[in-house]
């Protein structure tokens, strides 16, 4: 879940928000420099009186907003933290990475929870996770392979959900140059999945493919064989032989809060 959602989400349920901010422009340019060190721990504290300033007395649909997206990292804070933890699971020489991941989903959950106690709202207690998903990944903390796959559909999902929301930041340059920092790194940490993935022998590339997830859940990957962008027929354009595949690598296509929720309800106790 990329943290621009949250402001964009935010917009629709209070279109002053940044005039509660004062000018929206100026408040924002100054945040969109810590885009690359979100993991600090001086941000949480930052967004925080942000809130805090924006809503003396917070609404309820912002503190929905906010819970929203914390439990969505604390799924996948959950998830990285007991697979660095769970010995014998990751090959050495992939530790450090899932580490890195680690510890960026858990300043995601630091960072979130900060920010909805500044704006005066209680954050949402952990949820319990059933990360087989109810039996479909039974062996996910034994098997790395079934690990990696858990892992791609987390993060491919990821990466749509802010595509979903992505158009609703157009009107502000500053702000969506900032997500789309935020969005680049995400992006990557799905590459990365990929990428060892691929290593291992399963049927991916460092980026997705059709709506094939190589053994991850279908759902994440509904709609990505898409070929056509803006009413642009992209196969063959101009004469260039272009495949289908080749199209259908050339965007993420977005998915809907809706479509976010069906795909990771299954990893809900």
């Given at each position: ?26 408040a924002f ?5 810590f885009a ?48 660095v933890s ?184």
């Amino acid at each position: 879940m990329n943290f621009f959602n949250i402001f964009s989400e935010a917009e629709k349920s209070d279109p002053e928000i940044y005039e509660r901010l004062n000018d929206r422009r100026a408040a924002f340019k100054q945040f969109s420099g810590f885009a690359s060190k979100v993991a600090v721990l001086s941000v949480p504290f930052v967004i925080g009186s942000m809130f805090k300033k924006a809503y003396a007395g917070t609404n309820d649909a912002i503190t929905d907003v906010l819970n929203f997206a914390l439990t969505l990292e604390y799924l996948e804070a959950e998830f990285y933290t007991k697979g660095v933890s769970t010995a014998g699971l990751i090959p050495a020489g992939d530790v450090a990475g899932f580490t890195s991941i680690r510890d960026h989903e858990n300043a995601h959950v630091n960072f979130l929870k900060t920010a909805i106690q500044g704006a005066g709202a209680t954050p949402v207690s952990k949820p319990s996770f059933d990360f087989t998903a109810k039996g479909t990944f039974a062996d996910v903390f034994s098997n790395y392979n079934t690990f990696l796959a858990v892992s791609q559909a987390f993060e491919d999902t990821g990466v749509r959900a802010y595509k979903g929301q992505a158009g609703n930041l157009v009107s502000n340059k500053t702000v969506l140059t900032a997500a789309l920092q935020i969005h680049s790194v995400e992006a990557r940490h799905a590459s990365h999945v990929r990428y060892i993935r691929q290593l291992k022998g399963a049927s991916v590339k460092p980026w997705i493919t059709g709506n094939s997830g190589g053994g991850a859940p279908a759902a994440v990957y509904a709609g990505e064989e898409n070929t056509t962008q803006a009413g642009v027929t992209i196969t063959n354009i101009n004469g260039m032989s272009i495949s289908s595949e080749d199209a259908s690598e050339a965007f993420d296509e977005p998915l809907t809060k809706d479509q976010v929720l069906a795909i990771v309800q299954p990893f809900f106790a």
